[in-house]
């Protein structure tokens, strides 16, 4: 089946530095992947759909100077938190669609990250 | 809008019963519906989805759903319930035309010994 890694695992930074997170499809292609935050004992909450070439989609109340998405090949895309506080603390998983007669979208593993 | 409604925050089971999980959905057209399970500081794991077909979908580690058109419904099945199933779970829906994918809160599954 379609494998979707992201990188790292989890991650604890500093109040103020940039974060950045990478999600791969590793056997397939994906034109479109999906960046999801969850907070504890929370669902999912779509924050963007990148779109390979092109300017990722945000959902409402999601900051895009805050929150950068970058999907610069057809098998990677990259989340940056930028000037990250603790409030940005969270689970973040991301998705990818491949190319399928239903577009089906294949999920990472997830990376936590921790704001000091 | 497409919206997902999963009534139950948790859900308690002895070892050996059968379990059922709730989920009731809203989409505008014909719904995409899938199970997750997610364990502790995990991903989703994928269990099962309805596209088409039988309204009865078998998935992983033994867990099934129906289809309900009428009642708007996929509930998660399993016939016997093990300790290992405790979990957060989690049902999702994605009408056919978009690309979205909608969570419900989850509902969190213990399985008692």
């Known amino acids: 089946g379609a494998v979707v890694s992201q990188h790292p695992s989890w991650v604890i930074c500093k109040s103020g530095t940039s974060v950045k997170i990478e999600c791969r499809s590793l056997?397939?292609?994906?034109?479109?992947m999906f960046w999801y935050r969850q907070f504890p004992k929370q669902s999912l909450m779509l924050m963007a759909t990148s779109n390979e070439g092109s300017k990722a989609t945000y959902e409402q109340g999601v900051e895009k100077d805050k929150f950068l998405i970058n999907h610069a090949s057809l098998t990677l895309s990259t989340l940056t938190v930028t000037s990250a506080h603790p409030e940005d603390s969270s689970f973040y998983i991301c998705?990818?669609?491949?190319?399928?007669?239903?577009?089906?979208?294949?999920f990472g593993p997830g990376t936590r990250l921790t704001v000091l | 809008a497409q919206s997902v409604a999963q009534p139950e925050d948790q859900v308690n089971v002895a070892e050996g019963n059968p379990l059922t999980v709730k989920c009731t959905y809203s989409v505008s057209g014909n719904p995409y519906l899938f199970w997750y399970v997610q364990y502790p500081n995990r991903g989703l794991q994928f269990l099962l989805k309805y596209i088409t077909g039988d309204n009865l979908v078998k998935g992983s580690y033994g867990f099934e759903a129906e289809f309900n058109k009428s009642q708007t419904s996929f509930h998660l099945k399993k016939p016997s319930a093990l300790v290992s199933d405790s979990a957060l779970y989690f049902c999702a829906v994605r009408d056919m035309e978009g690309d979205k994918i909608i969570f419900g809160k989850g509902t969190r599954l213990h399985i008692l010994p």
């Open positions: 998705s990818a669609r491949d190319w399928g007669p239903y577009n089906e979208q294949f």
């Open positions: 056997d397939f292609q994906a034109t479109t």
